[in-house]
């Protein structure tokens, strides 16, 4: 009764969070405030995101699951979606970043093809803390990054990211993110 009730409550993990992703697909400007801790020293970014959800098989996720050599690549992760962004400094204008990422869910694992601060593949701790909030945890190279992704209706989002080294705060980072185009699947 036990495994049932378990492969029961990975299914409704597996749906929630499945819905969540396909929820976050669309075209996003983003408004992000980086402090520096414990100057206070802050930096505004400006960016504009498309995240592409991508289902179980796709290419792009056997690539992923390939590059962390998991077992089973084109039906181990159940979705995940890609990242694209460009980025710009909101006072100077100047070009800061641009690139992609991609997102593998697995169990409660969330994989990607690299991390906030390395080009490297990582592997973060996810949960919803509710049907419009994704948590996730990661760790590598002596940092902690603790995120919190909140869906606010249709047209929103908040970001908070928090990045420790040796257990003291070093950055924080808040985005308000707004749909600018609608390709929300009903």
Not at 28 to 56: A, C, D, M
Not at 61 to 70: F, N, Y
């Amino acid at each position: 009764m036990e495994l049932q009730y378990n492969q029961q409550t990975l299914e409704v993990v597996e749906l929630k969070i499945t819905e969540y992703f396909q929820r976050s697909e669309g075209q996003w400007h983003s408004e992000r405030r980086y402090y520096t801790l414990p100057e206070g020293n802050t930096q505004e970014i400006v960016s504009h995101l498309t995240i592409k959800f991508l289902e179980q098989g796709s290419p792009e996720l056997i690539e992923l699951a390939q590059l962390h050599q998991l077992n089973n690549p084109e039906t181990v992760m159940i979705c995940g979606s890609q990242v694209s962004w460009v980025s710009q400094n909101s006072v100077s204008e100047q070009k800061q970043s641009e690139g992609s990422t991609v997102f593998g869910v697995k169990d409660s694992n969330l994989y990607r093809d690299r991390g906030f601060a390395t080009s490297h593949p990582i592997i973060a701790k996810y949960y919803l803390s509710d049907p419009n909030t994704l948590c996730f945890r990661t760790e590598y190279n002596g940092s902690v990054f603790e995120e919190e992704i909140k869906q606010i209706g249709h047209k929103y989002r908040t970001r908070q990211t928090i990045i420790s080294r040796a257990g003291e705060q070093k950055m924080i980072g808040q985005y308000l993110e707004k749909r600018i185009l609608n390709n929300h699947k009903k």
